[in-house]
């Protein structure tokens, strides 16, 4: 299977999030993903939260990076579904900033501060690594997968976190009550 990879530069600016977005959803529709999957549209809601946090949290530029499957090379699918090969979409959207990601709490009438957890609810996986003198957010999206509403506790949060698990406790949802913000 083909893998299409390509990369959009990010000016610090808060319109560079809807410029994204249109920039994902014209990449999307050349590429083995209908747009009219579900997946199509979680891809741009990742998008979006993944950049918006660049732009606002950094205030400088960033790189929004997007892995997509191509068309599998025959007509048979590999994990034996009718057409359709298992594949898997990176986001990766790298700064400048050192900083890691860290949590925050935010009351329940607060619009901002969500963006991390909603990765975590939407993504397969996610995580983030340092990437030159900044660091590297990334999220996959496996398209074979019947995504399962699971909880992050303890046990099963990012290890990717910086600070480990310690900071959850008592069975307590890893994200209940916390909002993140990446920086």
């Known amino acids: ?5 390509v990369q959009l530069e990010i000016r610090p600016d808060p319109a560079e999030v809807g410029r994204a ?5 014209s990449r ?5 993903i209908r747009v009219d999957e579900p997946l199509a549209e979680t891809l741009i809601l990742l998008v979006s939260e993944l950049v918006t ?8 530029p960033a790189v929004l990076r997007l892995s997509l499957p191509g068309a599998a090379p025959d ?17 990766e959207v790298a ?5 890691p990601p860290r949590p925050r709490c935010v009351d329940n009438d607060e619009t901002g501060g969500r963006g991390l957890a909603l990765v975590d609810g939407l993504a397969d996986r996610w995580g983030w690594s340092p990437e ?14 019947a995504h399962s509403a699971t909880t992050t506790t303890c ?3 990012p290890a990717t976190y910086e600070g480990g698990t310690g900071a959850y406790c008592a069975g307590k949802s890893a994200y209940e009550d916390l909002a993140y913000e990446a920086v």
């Open 1 to 5: 299977m083909q893998v299409l990879q």
């Open 21 to 25: 977005r249109r920039w994902v959803r």
């Open 28 to 32: 999307i529709a050349g590429s083995a």
């Open 53 to 60: 946090n660049a732009v606002v949290h950094t205030g400088s």
């Open 75 to 91: 007509a048979g699918a590999v994990d034996g579904t009718s057409g359709q090969a298992p594949a898997t979409v990176r986001l």
């Open 95 to 99: 700064d400048t900033s050192a900083r």
């Open 132 to 145: 030159g003198a900044g660091k590297r957010i990334w999220c996959e999206v496996d398209r074979s997968s």
């Open 155 to 157: 046990e099963t949060a």
